[in-house]
């Protein structure tokens, strides 16, 4: 098994520069969730800037909540140029599913460059497979059969590890599939969660090769921090400031403990 605080201790140590081309409406509390981890996030939209600055990065995250084909063509750019240098690449498929575009762009970037991370929601990830998935606006309302096996199908098909998010979290790549337990209810009370876990993981696999376990370590470091911040809060907004607070006080005690991380 990884150790998931060795990576975390590796981000905050290295400080990575995460480029983002992301979500309008969650861009601030992305920028927030990447510093509390450790890394440094900026955010850089423009298709005359993109590839320059993604080569200044130690990941790129792509996120599709609220694209324009401008901004897919800008983040096909940007994927490309962080092929070129080894850059790793997330893609956060927010709303695939939902409308043909969302889907569409998907596919799209994952045939014109490749994904590191392909991350969703079990609707998702679902669409994105091929599956019978419902999702309505960005949110899942569910999938027809074993996430465990939609998660390993897809990751063979595009040779990306994939991140299916929900009440258990499966990421599978290389081969190898993990299922991550850690979260709590109280993170799908406010908006962005998932974004979040987007720039996240993006902030791990920046210092760690093996993106399946940067993945895995990351979502439970993330649901660490919201069980954590769960236990004091009041109601969402509480737990956003908490959350942001677990985030960056995470011990490895705290990770050792409660991390909830197997094979099915």
């Given amino acids: ?17 995460i480029h983002h081309i992301t979500n309008w409406v969650t861009i601030y509390d992305c920028a927030n969730i ?18 320059e600055m993604v080569g200044l990065a130690g990941a790129l995250v792509l996120n599709i909540g609220t694209l324009t084909p401008e901004l897919v063509d800008a ?12 850059i790793p ?47 309505k606006g960005v949110e899942s ?12 199908a897809l990751s063979k098909r595009l040779l990306t590890t994939v991140a299916m998010t929900g009440k258990t979290d499966v990421v599978s790549g290389g081969g190898r599939t993990y299922l991550v337990d850690n979260g ?17 993981i993006g902030s791990f696999a920046a210092v760690e090769q093996d993106h399946r376990a940067a993945a895995a370590a990351a979502l439970a470091c993330f649901g660490i921090a919201g069980e954590l911040a769960s236990k004091k809060a009041k109601g969402p907004g509480t737990f956003k400031e908490l959350f942001y607070d677990a985030a960056y006080g995470l011990s490895r005690r705290d990770v050792e403990a409660m991390i909830r991380v197997k094979s099915p």
């Fill in 34 to 51: 990447t510093r509390a981890f450790g890394a440094l996030p900026v955010m850089a939209h423009a298709k005359e800037e993109v590839a």
């Fill in 184 to 200: 709590t209810a109280m993170m799908g009370s406010i908006v962005g969660t998932g974004c979040m876990a987007a720039s996240v």
């Fill in 89 to 135: 690449v997330v893609l956060d498929a927010v709303g695939a599913g939902a409308t043909s575009l969302r889907t569409d762009s998907v596919k799209v970037l994952s045939s014109e460059a490749h994904i590191d991370v392909l991350k969703g929601n079990y609707g998702e990830i679902g669409a994105v497979a091929g599956a019978k998935a419902e999702v």
């Fill in 75 to 86: 983040m096909a750019v940007a994927a490309k140029a962080a092929n070129r240098r080894g």
């Fill in 1 to 17: 098994m990884f150790d998931a605080y060795g990576i975390l201790e590796r981000v905050r140590k290295k400080k990575p520069l």
């Fill in 141 to 152: 309302m569910g999938v027809e059969g074993d996430p465990v096996k939609i998660a390993e």
